[in-house]
């Protein structure tokens, strides 16, 4: 039988990340923690992924840390696509019209999940991160929104870091629904709600009080962390609006090689 250790252990047994700005900038990975993923990883220190990015499926994700070096599968990774089926499921039946802006994965899910993808009368508009969104799109969801669909934003980040500066994110499209639509009261998926946390630490099955969530976004990763009861903890990096927000990490890190020490105990015999 597992000792319980005391909440002010600084014991690390489970680790959940966030990806974007964490585990690498875009496309560029972030050397200091490629090494320390693949440090846990040989230590048999359990970690897993939560996003709040719906552009790519858990596969392509764990594609992505691969390519970068950091050991990872599908199953370690929880985005906010399978999180807005769930919610979907939940709340419409199969059928229901759905507008979805965002990119292929998320739409191939919304229609794997049974519902109808459309531009003609939607029920529920579905927001998520689109390079290609335009106008149409736009004006399609506004005009959705002003016939009283109801309004589903995978995640509320205004910006997510790209490999040359910050990029326009879905908070900015749940923005200009409002902006438009007073009456519009958008559902927001991902962090900061709890759930995907949730998700990832049912999969690592390790105690709240020994697990870390890590993240370099005080709003979204740090807040879902300590709504999941988890110690969290902030890697820093020059994220606006951070500063504004409120939220107190347990620990800030310049690097997630500063964590090893605390994850080193884990470590087992060399034979
Ligand atoms: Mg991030």
Known sequence: MKIQEPPTSHIIRGIISDLDGVAYRGDSAIPSSVRAFRTWHEQGLPYAFVTNNSTKSAAQFAAKLTSIGIPAEARQVFNTISATTSLLARRWPQGTPVFAIGEQPLRTAIEAAGYDLTSEDPEVVVLGFDSTLDYAKLR?????????????????????????????????????????????????????????????????????????????????DIAAGNAAGLRSVLLASDVPFNAATGVVPDRVVSSLLDLLDATSERAGPLS
């Open 140 to 220: 399609t969801t506004i005009r959705a929104a002003l016939a009283g669909a109801a309004i589903v934003a995978t995640n509320p980040d205004v910006l997510t870091p790209g490999h040359d500066g910050y990029d326009p994110c879905v908070g900015v499209m749940t923005a200009a629904v409002v902006a438009a639509v007073p009456s519009a009261k958008p559902v927001v998926v991902g962090k900061p709600q709890p759930f995907l946390i949730e998700r990832a630490l049912e999969h690592l099955g390790t105690a709240k009080h020994e697990t870390i969530m890590i993240g370099d976004q005080l709003a979204t």
